[in-house]
């Protein structure tokens, strides 16, 4: 029996990281000492109060302020983005507390919350303006063809933990949801243009207002990323190009708004042995809202996608997706009730080689559910209590029922305390199901006829509190429970076969928030803590065992600061302490990034930005035979508003 004394964290602060904190910290008190007069209030697009009412929609799939939603959400604001120089969504990813992000090729990223992490990971559901990105290959996000102009996000809500009864199947350990910006707010030209030894790339956007009731915008973007390197230095095959291009319109006709968006991409990547990977992806989709002058709304989505993935030597995809979703919101005295259904249509096709197949190779799914939430004001403004569930159905394992229970007290204007008891699900997977491989002439990887879904009961507690004049602090307390969680079973007929078999527990700890020594300066921070437990059953002939299920760090930490020189000149810096990774090993790291930008007119901003600055490389994830490794890189970025 373990104790809860083998749990605990004994930090081990690295020299590095601790000279890099302290000039952190000095360097900008010094500054603004000696420029005690400046103090503007340019940085903050956003104060604490401004920042706690700004409105979501993740959490509830309704409006509502951030300072009310009874989750573990947190939103990264387009300045942050802005701030931090990042040219690609995953690394905006990064300024997220309760995400982890790791690189581990020059295109491919384990991101996850809560554990599980892998470059496969499918316990995440992203969204772009609502539609799922995911792929039912393995029910999680192929990051290299996910991307979009930056400079047109709104915002990014990411929710750590499960949102399965308003988001469906795959929101089991979080949720995120990229909004972009209406078309009337990016009128006129944009031309943006980066380059470095690790990267180069340029994007360019127009927007046009026709009148008060409708606007539209259209943008495109290439980027062309250098290849990783081995822990000796030597070049790795994973160089990587995208092209994208796409559109948005808005419009306002009497009561209704009605939204059109479309994007492509087509690009390419290494891979050793073998020509190179091509990939492309074209998508349409289409919204309404209608509003009524009792509260109540109506919002319908539909959207379609095609993708394509040639790995050359080992295999192809073709998909096509058509989604239909419609909601409906209604205010019945202290219940605000929100109702709807959605159905999916998938049809998938691989074209299968001599190393590995899916069987069938065509496969037509279907997942359709019904979902419906009351928010109860038991006490005006203080208690509220949150009551939901969905029903869904997939083509493989049939019918999955995930209910949420939620709580919020509201104890002051600036402090709440809140809640929560759901079940999520994770559908089985065409690799889950469908895939085979031959792993030798005699042994043999294959789906599982009888996989089905992946459960979890969580159980969170959590406090956010805001002060008018000096920071913000969110915490939460998490207990995740799992069944039916996928694992290798090597039979007596010298097949390993994909099973449910795996389960156990996963609990920790998510803080961040926010502090303003000044009006110029902003500095925010972020730690977790992740303790897992995961078990076989007596017997199990599983030949990886539980490394397989993830690779996650017991804990990681990061500060940012972000502090305005002049009116004219912008400095940022970010330091992150990421734990070791246990299988395959990975050591612990401490990663130094910094931008320093010069606005010289409101057309013009030119800014410096420097990554992995202590070391000249470093390894973020496991991969086999050895780690890739994420080389320093510095690059020159200018942007043009016109």
């Known amino acids: 029996m373990q104790s809860w004394k083998d749990f605990r964290y004994r930090p081990r602060v690295p020299r590095a990281f601790a000279v890099a904190i302290g000039a952190w910290i000095v360097i900008p008190t010094t500054l603004l000492a000696a420029e005690g007069r400046y103090e503007p209030a340019r940085l903050g697009e956003l104060s604490l109060e401004e920042l706690a009412n700004i409105e979501i929609t993740s959490v509830a799939k309704r409006p509502q302020k951030l300072r009310e939603a009874a989750s573990a959400i947190y939103v990264i604001t387009r300045q942050e983005i802005h ?10 990813l990064r300024l997220a507390p309760n995400l982890q992000v790791a690189q581990q090729t020059s295109s491919q990223y384990a991101i996850s919350a809560r554990g599980f992490s892998s470059t496969t990971a ?11 990105i995911y792929t039912p290959l393995f029910s999680g996000v192929f990051w290299d063809i996910q991307d979009t102009l930056l400079e047109d996000i709104e915002r990014i809500e990411v929710i750590s933990g499960p949102g399965a009864t308003l988001w469906g199947t795959n929101a089991v350990n979080g949720v995120i949801n990229i909004i972009t910006r209406n078309a009337a707010e990016t009128v006129g030209t944009l031309a943006t243009v980066h380059g470095g030894p690790e990267e180069k790339g340029a994007a360019a956007r127009y927007g046009v ?36 291009a ?33 990939f492309e992806n074209a998508n349409l ?44 919101g209604l205010m019945l005295g202290r219940h605000n009730i929100l109702w709807g259904a959605g159905y999916r249509y998938i049809d998938d096709r691989v074209e299968n080689s001599s190393l590995l197949a899916f069987l069938p190779p065509h496969r037509v799914m279907h997942n359709g559910n019904l979902f419906v939430q009351d928010d109860i ?38 402090h709440q305390l809140w809640g929560a008891i759901s079940r999520a699900a994770r559908s089985p997977s065409r ?86 020594p000044r009006r110029n300066w902003r500095l925010y921070y972020g730690y977790t803590y992740l303790h897992e437990n995961l078990r076989l059953p007596p017997g199990s002939t599983d030949p990886l065992g539980i490394p397989a299920a993830g690779n996650d760090p017991r804990y990681q930490f990061s500060v940012r600061s972000s502090l305005d020189l002049s009116n004219s000149v912008e400095w940022d810096v970010t330091i992150r302490r990421v734990g070791s990774l246990p299988n395959p090993a ?7 990034d910094m931008r320093l930008a010069w606005k010289p007119n409101n057309q013009w901003n030119v800014a410096v930005i420097g990554r992995n600055l202590l070391d000249a490389r470093h390894a973020e994830f496991g991969a086999v035979p050895g780690p890739n490794e994420i080389p320093r890189s510095i690059f020159v970025r200018a942007t043009w508003i016109y």
């Open 83 to 92: 701030r931090s120089g990042a040219t690609t969504l995953a690394e905006a």
């Open 122 to 132: 499918n316990k995440l559901l992203v969204l772009i303006d609502g539609r799922s």
């Open 285 to 328: 989709l289409g919204r309404w809202d209608r509003r009524f002058g009792d509260g109540s709304y109506v919002q319908t989505l539909a959207y379609y996608s095609y993708g394509r993935r040639v790995y050359p030597g080992t295999f192809g995809e073709t998909r096509n997706t058509i989604n239909l979703e419609a909601q409906h």
């Open 246 to 278: 796409g559109f948005r319109y808005d419009g306002k006709h009497g009561q209704d708004d009605i939204s059109l968006f479309g994007s492509v991409y087509s690009g390419s990547s290494e891979q050793p042995l073998f020509d190179r990977k091509t």
């Open 209 to 244: 207002k026709r009148d008060n009731s409708a606007a539209w915008r259209m943008f495109a973007k290439i980027a062309d990323h250098n290849a990783t390197v081995d822990a000796n230095g030597n070049r790795n095959l994973d160089a990587w190009r995208l092209g994208q």
């Open 377 to 414: 004001s038991l006490t005006p403004a203080s208690l509220n209590l949150t009551l939901g569930a969905k029903v869904e159905h997939n083509s493989f394992s049939g019918v999955d029922f995930q209910p949420n229970v939620r709580i919020s007290w509201r104890a002051s204007e600036r």
């Open 586 to 592: 990975i050591s612990s790291y401490t990663a130094l």
């Open 431 to 516: 690799i889950d199901r469908d895939f085979f491989a031959r792993l030798s002439p005699s042994l043999f990887l294959a789906g599982g006829p009888e996989f089905k879904s992946e459960m979890l009961t969580a159980y969170e507690l959590g406090y956010r509190g805001t002060s008018a004049d000096y920071g913000s602090l969110s915490a939460t307390l998490f207990y995740n429970r799992y069944k039916s969680l996928r694992n290798l079973e090597l039979t007596s007929a010298g097949t390993v076969v994909l099973t449910n078999r795996m389960e156990g527990e996963t609990s920790g700890l998510e803080l961040w928030g926010e502090i303003r």
